[in-house]
């Protein structure tokens, strides 16, 4: 088992930014990909950014050019930058791990993100 846990959200203006960091209870090394996920009540979780063990790296349109997925090998952390935030990306933020390339199987607890004046 995977055990994820999140941390970093916060409330922010829009326009402001906030990083927000997943450490892993096993090594990212091993596992294939990991991803940020987001989501508001009455709709279904959505894909934001995903980082597989090779480096590639992909964003969902609406974040594109604004937030960076990244990841730091040694600390067992990925982590998500968001710039330029927008009240629409106001939600939980979860941090799952595709260990095997078969879809997302551990999640964390998620943590809130509040884009508002």
């Known amino acids: 088992q995977v055990q994820l846990v999140e941390s970093g959200g916060g409330l922010v203006q829009p326009g402001g930014s906030l990083r927000l960091s997943c450490a892993a209870s096993?090594?990212?090394?091993?596992?294939?990909?990991m991803g940020w996920y987001r989501q508001v009540p009455g709709k279904q979780r959505e894909l934001v950014a995903t980082?597989?063990?090779?480096?590639?790296?992909n964003y969902t349109d609406s974040v594109k050019g604004r937030f960076t997925i990244s990841r730091d090998s040694a600390k067992n952390t990925v982590y998500l930058q968001m710039n330029s935030l927008k009240p629409e990306d106001t939600a939980v933020y979860y941090c799952g791990a595709d260990v095997a390339g078969s879809g997302y199987d551990y999640w964390g607890q998620g943590t809130q993100v509040t884009v508002s004046s």
């Open positions: 096993d090594s990212i090394r091993r596992i294939y990909a």
């Open positions: 980082i597989t063990r090779r480096g590639n790296t």
